[in-house]
């Protein structure tokens, strides 16, 4: 540790132009003005997407406009007299729209995806304030689901409230002690946070194909052939308030992310924590000669990262998927979309709300459940998805007054 | 000759750090006498071996060699465990999954696309650029792979791989140029920019997989134009090795090159003392006159063309086909390998073999013992770094300007 210290010491400091992390991810949101960095960068992987589009002999404007339809966004345009039913109670109400039309079920599977993204998105947010870049928000995302099913699978005779908290609790527990490892790993020897948390994904990965494998210990109890857990009990699943259960409505586990949002709001903004997390982010050293513990907020951040990550997939769990098969594991991408979602939100709770909203969209709009195949064939969709998402990191964590520098100065030369 | 000779008389046979290989040695032992041939019916045995291996190791922990003494110490827990596990086994099954030479083309056959991203990561870390693009790079390699083999097929005949290789190669170039302008003039972090380039990968090669092969596959016959195995017949005929080393794939053999030419280079021109230098301290490296910014673009770049051929081989060398994501985490493990390996050719791939090994048991054990065991299989590799990163076995740190642009003054 000593001589890292040493060579940090001795380095000099980059120059002016040198983007920090900590510029590229302003501390506050500052209104209208961050967003524009990201507003573009979303407009520009779209429209290369749509050129990826056009180069196979598709229209790209048709093609948009299907996904669009697909993610239920176009049910706020539809305004109208209608009636509604009051969640949890039978009363009906007044309503400006239609909350049973084909386009609201799709905005239930677009809200139903965007929660776990949400989730997923600040447990990278959060790690990045504390200046560590957490990508195993997919391994801690598992640690969450596979006790979320464990839990909610057994102790078929507890109260329900009680049963779904536990199932949550635990699934945050769970997120939290597994990225708590990379955070002490990282406090105790300097191991790098990449590296050990992108090998505990696929440990996760791993250890989760076995649990749910065939003759796994928490496979199924009924059908030895397929590899699928038990369908969590009727108490541990979270109330529906919108839709039907059997149709995968949206539970209220939306609520959860959001208030999650303000939660993260308030640790990072207003409490003496999220105050020395950012200080360790800005600058060790300082915080350090402050009097903070580097270690400390190291394995705090991270733990509470997790906890984020854990927390997604519980609620995924107990929301709408109640069970969870090897082919889930193998294909769930949750994580790392919420990576994603971080970036583009430049880890501001607002920023990565709407950012999760547009890749909660953007997934859901070319499932083959939502899609077209006349108009685009929705495997080919989901890879347009990833190429999309792939654009939006790649120039997201542009420095646009960078690019202007360098091209100025060439130039010049 | 000479060298190795003065080397082993300089040899202490009773120094703490010799003790505590022998205590790594015996650990293994412990395991080995578990297992046929030998296939040692008693408990007592490999607990006898592995604590006689714990012992040494806990004598050279106490003198100061704790790197040697901890891997020595590991080694006789992890020699009890498996050799116990080994003898409570029925010999039938043992037999079933241990046959040491399909064990062992097995393991070169796995370690191969690991040792091709590991020594690509090599070139691109030690120049001072974090590479996590190596999956992406690997993914790609084995889709233009077989895509420009299925091209060449028409016209090169049995020769188009030659094809696949390059278009594999130019592919992996060219997302490799994409991470080298992000992390070397655009100073965007590097983590971030591999990250976008493991998903563009990923959605690039999904998206013409299906647009091209999506509802058929990738062609059943690309067996017969793919990376040849090399037959050498008077190897053929030896106990053992023969039936190893006798038929391996061209890109096995060529990973071997390229693993003595990439320590050679590294370690012993002026050529891997500049890339070290930009990699330790770009500055002092910059103020000899050595061009940062044209070694990492080139460590980089030539750093994607080698992942990628290790793609190609997974293709269109090993399982003649192309599925979406089919790397699935290879990349990964071959960036496992390298941190395992402290960036270092030799180690580096002695940790491929070790990760390409624990596969080969794993894809031989359900034979046996059901498929629940050899999925738990594959999570070794990764464990295994953790706790070499950990720093149980000794620390592994990288390149000191790892990960940090550099700005010309």
């Known amino acids: 540790m000593t001589d890292e210290l040493l060579a940090e010491e001795f380095e000099e400091q980059p120059p002016a132009e040198t983007p920090q992390p900590s510029q590229n991810f302003p501390s506050k949101f500052n209104g209208l003005k961050g967003a524009i960095g990201p507003l573009i960068t979303t407009v520009i992987a779209f429209l290369m997407g749509g050129l990826v589009v056009l180069f196979t002999g598709k229209n790209p404007i048709k093609v948009y406009e299907a996904i669009f339809k697909g993610t239920g966004l176009n049910w706020f345009f539809h305004v109208g007299n209608h ?62 689901t596979i006790f979320a099913v464990w839990i909610g699978s057994s102790f078929g005779g507890m ?113 003496t924590l999220g105050f020395e997390v950012r200080a360790v982010g800005f600058n060790p050293e300082a915080a350090r000669y402050g009097g903070m513990s580097v270690a400390r907020n190291y394995f705090l951040a991270m733990a509470i990262s997790g906890a984020f990550a854990g927390l997604a997939g519980a609620i995924d769990i107990t929301g709408w998927e109640y069970r969870i098969g090897q082919n889930d594991i193998a294909v769930n991408q949750i994580g ?13 709770a607002i920023g990565v709300g709407f950012a999760s909203l547009l890749f909660g969209a953007l997934i859901n709009g070319t499932s083959g459940r939502q899609l077209d195949p006349s108009i685009f064939r929705p495997d080919l969709a989901g890879n347009l998805t990833t190429i999309i998402q792939g654009l939006v990191i790649l120039f997201v964590g542009l420095n646009l007054t960078g690019v202007v520098a360098w091209v100025r100065k060439r130039r010049r030369a | 000759m000479t060298a190795v000779a003065a080397r082993i008389g300089k040899i202490s046979w009773t120094h703490p750090r010799t003790i505590g290989v022998y205590g790594i040695v015996l650990g293994a032992l412990a395991f080995w006498l578990a297992l046929p041939p030998l296939a040692a019916r008693t408990a007592a045995l490999p607990v006898v071996v592995g604590i006689l291996a714990i012992a040494a190791g806990i004598w050279s922990w106490s003198r100061d060699e704790h790197r040697v003494g901890g891997g020595a110490i590991a080694a006789g827990l992890l020699g009890i465990v498996f050799g116990l596990l080994a003898t409570r086994s029925s010999s039938a099954h043992l037999d079933q999954v241990v046959v040491w030479s399909a064990l062992g083309a097995a393991t070169l056959r796995y370690a191969t696309p690991l040792t091709f991203a590991a020594i690509g990561g090599l070139f691109c870390e030690r120049s001072g650029v974090i590479n996590i693009a190596l999956e992406g790079m690997l993914l790609s390699g084995a889709f233009f792979g077989i895509w420009g083999a299925i091209w060449a097929h028409s016209w090169a005949g049995n020769a188009a791989w030659v094809v696949g290789i390059a278009a594999a190669a130019l592919s992996g170039m060219v997302f490799a140029a994409i991470h080298a302008v992000w992390a070397i003039h655009l100073k965007v972090d590097q ?59 061209l890109m096995i053999w060529l990973s071997f090159l390229l693993l003595l030419g990439t320590w050679l280079f590294v370690f012993r021109t002026p050529y ?40 190609a081989y997974l293709s269109i060398g090993f399982v003649h086909s192309f599925n979406e994501g089919m790397t699935n985490g290879t990349g990964y493990i071959g960036l496992a390998a390298l941190v395992f390996g402290k960036w270092r050719p030799f180690p580096t791939w002695g940790a491929a073999l070790l990760f390409g090994f624990s596969s080969a048991i794993a894809d031989r054990l359900p034979d046996a013992y059901g498929n629940q065991w050899g999925t738990l299989f594959q999570a070794l590799p990764y464990a295994l770094t953790v706790i070499a990163v950990a720093g149980v076995v000794g620390r592994s740190i990288g390149p000191a300007a790892s990960g940090r642009p550099y700005g010309k003054q």
């Open chain 1, 336 to 348: 790392f979309i919420g990576l994603a979602a971080a970036l583009l939100g430049r880890n501001t």
């Open chain 2, 191 to 249: 983590i971030i920019s591999g990250m976008a380039i493991n998903f563009l990968a990923l959605g690039i090669t999904g998206y013409i997989f299906i647009d091209k092969y999506g509802d058929s596959g990738t062609p059943g016959n690309v067996g017969d134009f793919g990376i040849p195995d090399i037959h050498i017949h008077f190897i053929q005929s030896w106990y053992f090795i023969g039936s190893i080393l006798g038929s391996l794939n």
């Open chain 1, 159 to 271: 109260n329900p409230l009680v049963h779904v908290l536990f199932c949550l609790i635990a699934g945050t527990i769970a997120g939290a002690v597994y990225a708590g490892i990379a955070g002490i790993l990282k406090a105790t020897v300097g191991a790098h946070e990449v590296i050990s948390t992108i090998m505990l994904n696929w440990i996760a990965i791993w250890v989760g194909e076995y649990l749910f494998g065939q003759q796994g210990p928490l496979q199924n109890s009924t059908q030895a052939s397929i590899p699928i857990s038990n369908d969590i009990v009727e108490g541990a699943k979270l109330p529906v308030f919108w839709g039907l259960k059997l149709l995968q409505g949206l539970s209220i586990g939306i609520f959860v992310a959001l208030a999650m949002l303000i939660v993260y709001w308030i640790i990072v903004n207003r409490t």
């Open chain 2, 272 to 311: 891997g003392l500049r890339l070290r230098a930009v990699g330790e301290h770009p500055r002092a490296a910059d103020t000899v006159g050595i061009s940062v910014y044209k070694t990492r673009y080139i460590a980089v770049i030539s750093s994607g063309a080698i992942a990628a051929m290790g793609g």
């Open chain 1, 83 to 144: 009636s509604a039913r009051i969640p949890f109670s039978t009363a009906h109400m007044w309503f400006p729209f239609d909350t049973a039309s084909v386009a609201a079920q799709n905005l239930q599977q677009t809200l139903l995806l965007t929660t776990p993204i949400i989730l997923t998105g600040l447990a990278v947010a959060f790690a990045f304030r504390c200046g560590m870049f957490n990508i195993g928000g997919q391994g801690q995302y598992f640690a969450g």
